[in-house]
């Protein structure tokens, strides 16, 4: 069993960074994919962004991949999200997801709010 503890949530201003961790009970980085989706309200969960064990990563356009930025630190056993010059409309809970071990892992999200 992994659990998956978000962190680094709150609210930032339109224009600002803000910088999301993920936390696994276990080191599981060497061999785990990693990802991040979101969920604002009303709407469908959407995924951000993925990080592969070999290092690569994929974003959900080329939007998002010129302002969010996804890597893990296997040293610290953490995942990160990178979020810079946010918009309002990236508000929305933040979910960290882990594929290891044949087995797909959520953790139960941290809220990111865009406002003035």
């Known amino acids: 069993q992994v659990q998956l503890v978000e962190s680094g949530g709150g609210v930032v201003q339109p224009g600002g960074s803000l910088r999301l961790s993920c936390a696994p009970s276990?080191?599981?980085?060497?061999?785990?994919?990693m990802a991040w989706h979101r969920q604002a309200s009303g709407k469908e969960r959407e995924w951000v962004a993925t990080i592969y064990p070999s290092g690569n990563t994929n974003y959900k356009d080329d939007t998002m991949k010129g302002r969010f930025t996804i890597s893990r630190d296997n040293a610290k056993n953490t995942v990160y999200l990178q979020m810079n010059r946010v918009k309002p409309d990236d508000t929305a809970v933040y979910y960290c997801?882990?594929?290891?071990?044949?087995?797909?892992?959520w953790g139960k999200g941290v809220l990111v709010t865009v406002s003035s």
């Open positions: 276990r080191n599981i980085f060497e061999t785990a994919t």
């Open positions: 997801r882990s594929n290891w071990a044949d087995q797909e892992y």
